[in-house]
């Protein structure tokens, strides 16, 4: 089996702080994290796919391609939606709400069928389907509505698109609602591709993404642990991680880096730098299965 996903206990942040929380005279407050298997097949699940779209043919670019996932990488929204998610687990479940958003983010990056699955494997298999559907709706009008990106990416959009890298999307959500949030926020523009649910799990996004572009070096830049492996394990794939802080929660560079990031911070003003030092760097020949790093 794969590794667990790190700690076993969490200590839950206060705002702006590295250090744990406490309650009203009380201790660190320590929720207990879901083991989560690497090469669990519930990582491999998407939401069904209705109708697959003309895939377009094979090109080449002009410097290479940069993938961007959307929730917590383009869109400064998981506090947002982890709320969302808490509230729906709690309500289907009885998951104490601050251990439910807890589990929600140390499984973000799989579609949340697949940490439904993942977290509630006893649970009848139409109870996740219902609060999935559930958790969806709401987190449109709940999370979607009010969520902005993060400051620095229409300048970095720009920035990249003037270096001559080609830009694709691929993300967990809804491939209609990526399209029409990028709209929202004049950001589609800059996109080649928008790759969502409807296509496949991430992992098939990244496959077709080499069919479409072959033989272009790729950086998928994401911002959790499965975005990390997922590109790790593809070959051509580089991990770019987006680390996160806000209240209750953090994911640090360094945890990302050990899962594969090749980069990370909490800000992207640097990729293009980045990507033009890495972009330097002869491709890793590939003589088997990549060597998993360590777990905290």
Do not use: C
């Not at 699940?45 to 377009?56: G, Y």
């Not at 009885?94 to 699955?117: S, V």
């Not at 499965?226 to 560079?253: C, K, N, Y």
């Amino acid at each position: 089996m794969g590794e667990g996903l790190g700690p076993r206990m969490h200590r839950a942040t206060g705002p702006g702080s590295s250090g744990p929380s406490t309650g009203p005279g009380g201790p660190p407050v320590l929720v207990p994290l879901p083991v989560v298997r690497a090469t669990s097949s519930f990582a491999e699940l998407s939401r069904p796919v209705v109708a697959r779209r003309e895939a377009p043919p094979p090109r080449t670019v002009a410097r290479g391609v940069v993938l961007f996932d959307l929730d917590g990488t383009i869109l400064d929204d998981l506090a947002l939606i982890s709320a969302v998610a808490a509230d729906v687990m709690h309500g289907a479940f009885g998951t104490a709400a601050d251990e439910a958003r807890i589990h929600y983010l140390a499984t973000t990056g799989m579609p949340f069928e697949a940490q439904l699955a993942q977290l509630y494997p006893d649970a009848p298999a139409a109870l996740r389907a219902a609060t999935a559907r559930s958790f969806h709706q709401r987190k449109v009008a709940e999370a979607y509505a009010r969520a902005e990106p993060f400051p620095d990416v229409p300048k970095l959009l720009k920035r990249l698109a003037a270096d001559r890298w080609t830009l694709s999307v691929t993300t967990g959500a809804e491939t209609e609602m990526a399209e029409l949030i990028l709209e929202r926020e004049g950001l589609r523009y800059w996109f080649e591709d928008v790759l969502g649910s409807a296509d496949g799990t991430k992992r098939e996004h990244l496959a077709e993404y080499r069919r479409r572009y072959p033989g272009a070096r790729m950086f998928l830049v994401g911002d959790s642990r499965f975005d990390m492996e997922a590109a790790r394990d593809a070959p051509g794939v580089v991990p770019i991680g987006r680390a996160s802080r806000f209240s209750g929660w953090a994911l640090t560079p360094n945890d990302l880096k050990r899962w594969g990031a090749a980069w990370a911070d909490y800000r992207l003003g640097e990729l293009p730098e980045v990507l033009e030092r890495l972009a330097r760097r002869p491709e890793p020949r590939r003589t088997g299965r990549a060597r998993r790093p360590s777990t905290r």
